[in-house]
Each structure stands twice: as structure tokens, then as C-alpha cells.
């Protein structure tokens, strides 16, 4: 009678799998949906970035955080998506709240609305006008608290080109954002 072992370790890494992809899929959605500003763009994000995953599990280095390393492609693989498609970000999901699409829990007064719509609609503006390795450290930096070493490893840059990107950004998204701090006072 010949052993089932293999197939049993197979399952086994399976369920290990699925139980790893129910824990972390919601970050990961979250993120790819801030920088990709598409809801249909994160999702296939998730699922690209889940395969990956799989595929290359005998590449992971048991010694690191399996979150960064999935991080990392996620994040890798949002900006490959972006490049591939030649176009910046739609409206991101910065002013839906944390999670992403339909996830403020308040309804807003009317005037509110009209001008939190407003507001919102120049900040995703300021966010698509940059490069998408700026917008993923400013996301990773600002929108996931990740320390700079950490936007460095998921990058793959050195931690002062993680820290140069993030000021970028918020340099960029400052100058483009001043006319409403004028507007406000």
C-alpha cells in the first residue's frame, strides 16, 4: 500500500495557505485599493498577489514576516498593474474611509457632503498626479502607519530612497493642496 503522505502534505499546505490568505487579503485589498483607486484594480491585485504567493512559498524566508513579504508584492504588483496600463489611479478610496469602498460608518449632513465630496475629489486628484512608487510609500508611510524600513524592504529600495519618496509625496500633495488650506481660512 503506498503512503498518502504527499498527498496529505499538500492539503496540508493548502488549508496553511487559505488560513494565510483569510488573515492578510483584507490588508492587502486595502492598500492596493488606495493606490490603485479602483475597486476591480485592488481585487485583482489581492488575487495576483495571493498567486504569486503561492507559487513562490519555497522563496519565502521563514525568518521574515510573511505580512511584509506579502506586502511587498502586493505592493509590487499594484504598480506593475498601474505601469501596465499607462494611466494614474480613478478616485482612491481615501475619502470612503479606512477599508476602502462604502466604509464610513456615519452618514454625513448634506452640506457635509457637498463638501467633503469636494475636498475629496481634489485630494484623490493631488494622489493620482503622482508616480506610483511615490503614491505606494505615501499609502504604505501615512495610510498603514509601516515604518520607513519597512517601506524600504517592501519597495526594495534603501531606507533614505523610501524616506526621499515619502517627502516627495507629501511635498507634491502639500503644493497641490494649499489652495484649500487658503480656502479654509
Given at each position: 500500500?503506498?503512503?498518502?503522505?504527499?498527498?496529505?502534505?499538500?492539503?496540508?499546505?493548502?488549508?496553511?495557505?487559505?488560513?494565510?490568505?483569510?488573515?492578510?487579503?483584507?490588508?492587502?485589498?486595502?492598500?492596493?485599493?488606495?493606490?490603485?483607486?479602483?475597486?476591480?484594480?485592488?481585487?485583482?491585485?489581492?488575487?495576483?498577489?495571493?498567486?504569486?504567493?503561492?507559487?513562490?512559498?519555497?522563496?519565502?524566508?521563514?525568518?521574515?514576516?510573511?505580512?511584509?513579504?506579502?506586502?511587498r508584492i502586493?505592493?509590487?504588483?499594484?504598480?506593475?498593474?498601474?505601469?501596465?496600463?499607462?494611466?494614474?489611479?480613478e478616485a482612491?478610496?481615501?475619502?470612503?474611509g479606512p477599508?476602502?469602498?462604502?466604509?464610513?460608518?456615519?452618514?454625513?449632513?448634506?452640506?457635509?457632503?457637498?463638501?467633503?465630496?469636494?475636498?475629496?475629489?481634489?485630494?484623490?486628484?493631488?494622489?493620482?498626479?503622482?508616480?506610483?512608487?511615490?503614491?505606494?510609500?505615501?499609502?504604505?508611510?501615512?495610510?498603514?502607519?509601516?515604518?520607513?524600513?519597512?517601506?524600504?524592504?517592501?519597495?526594495?529600495?534603501?531606507?533614505?530612497?523610501?524616506?526621499?519618496?515619502?517627502?516627495?509625496?507629501?511635498?507634491?500633495?502639500?503644493?497641490?493642496?494649499?489652495?484649500?488650506?487658503?480656502?479654509?481660512?
Amino acid at each position: 500500500m503506498e503512503s498518502s503522505a504527499p498527498a496529505w502534505a499538500a492539503e496540508q499546505r493548502q488549508e496553511a495557505f487559505r488560513e494565510l490568505i483569510e488573515r492578510h487579503s483584507r490588508m492587502v485589498f486595502r492598500m492596493a485599493y488606495r493606490i490603485t483607486g479602483n475597486e476591480q484594480d485592488a481585487e485583482d491585485v489581492v488575487q495576483e498577489t495571493f498567486l504569486k504567493a503561492y507559487r513562490g512559498m519555497d522563496r519565502f524566508d521563514s525568518r521574515a514576516s510573511f505580512s511584509t513579504w506579502v506586502f511587498r508584492i502586493a505592493s509590487n504588483c499594484a504598480i506593475d498593474l498601474l505601469r501596465k496600463r499607462k494611466r494614474r489611479p480613478e478616485a482612491p478610496a481615501f475619502a470612503d474611509g479606512p477599508d476602502g469602498p462604502g466604509a464610513s460608518s456615519a452618514d454625513p449632513s448634506p452640506q457635509d457632503a457637498a463638501q467633503g465630496s469636494e475636498i475629496g475629489r481634489r485630494v484623490n486628484g493631488a494622489l493620482a498626479a503622482l508616480t506610483p512608487q511615490e503614491r505606494t510609500a505615501f499609502v504604505l508611510r501615512h495610510f498603514e502607519g509601516q515604518p520607513i524600513e519597512e517601506i524600504a524592504r517592501l519597495l526594495g529600495v534603501r531606507a533614505n530612497a523610501a524616506k526621499q519618496t515619502v517627502f516627495r509625496a507629501v511635498r507634491k500633495l502639500r503644493l497641490e493642496l494649499a489652495p484649500l488650506r487658503e480656502e479654509s481660512r
